[in-house]
């Protein structure tokens, strides 16, 4: 399987176990949401936003689709990638989350 064909949880050293990856992807987009306030992601917080039952606006989900582009093309690129890849200690929630909202924020721009 080439690196293309596979998500972010193939290519960050980030917790898969017990659903992680989606409660980091669900928490980016729940702050991402919520600009310009600062929301606090807490469980059930994140549960009542992912039950509503509108949708969010096509351009909402064009920026989102783009803030995970650029994690996939940050963490495959050499030399980009360090950060990422080449440390000894796993992608933190925390970090994954606000350096996304930092990555939605800018494109905004």
Same mark, same amino acid.
């Given at each position: +399987?080439? !690196?293309?064909?596979? %998500? &972010? %949880?193939?290519?960050?050293?980030?917790? #898969?176990?017990? %659903?992680?990856?989606?409660?980091?992807?669900?928490?980016?987009?729940?702050?991402?949401?919520?600009? @310009?306030? $600062?929301?606090? @992601?807490?469980?059930?917080?994140?549960? #009542? =936003? &992912?039950?509503?039952?509108?949708?969010? @606006? #096509?351009?909402? +989900?064009?920026?989102?689709?783009?803030?995970?582009?650029?994690? =996939? $093309? +940050?963490? #495959?690129?050499? %030399?980009?990638?360090?950060?990422?890849? $080449? !440390?000894?200690?796993?992608?933190? @929630? !925390?970090?994954?989350?606000?350096?996304?909202?930092? =990555?939605?924020? &800018?494109?905004?721009?």
């Amino acid at each position: +399987m080439n !690196v293309e064909s596979r %998500g &972010l %949880g193939s290519v960050l050293e980030w917790d #898969t176990t017990r %659903g992680r990856d989606f409660q980091c992807i669900a928490q980016l987009v729940y702050c991402c949401d919520g600009l @310009p306030e $600062h929301l606090i @992601p807490t469980a059930r917080k994140l549960e #009542t =936003w &992912l039950k509503r039952v509108d949708s969010p @606006p #096509t351009t909402f +989900m064009s920026q989102i689709n783009d803030v995970l582009s650029e994690f =996939w $093309h +940050m963490s #495959t690129t050499k %030399g980009l990638d360090i950060a990422f890849t $080449h !440390v000894d200690k796993r992608v933190a @929630p !925390v970090e994954f989350v606000f350096i996304g909202k930092l =990555w939605f924020f &800018l494109s905004k721009g």
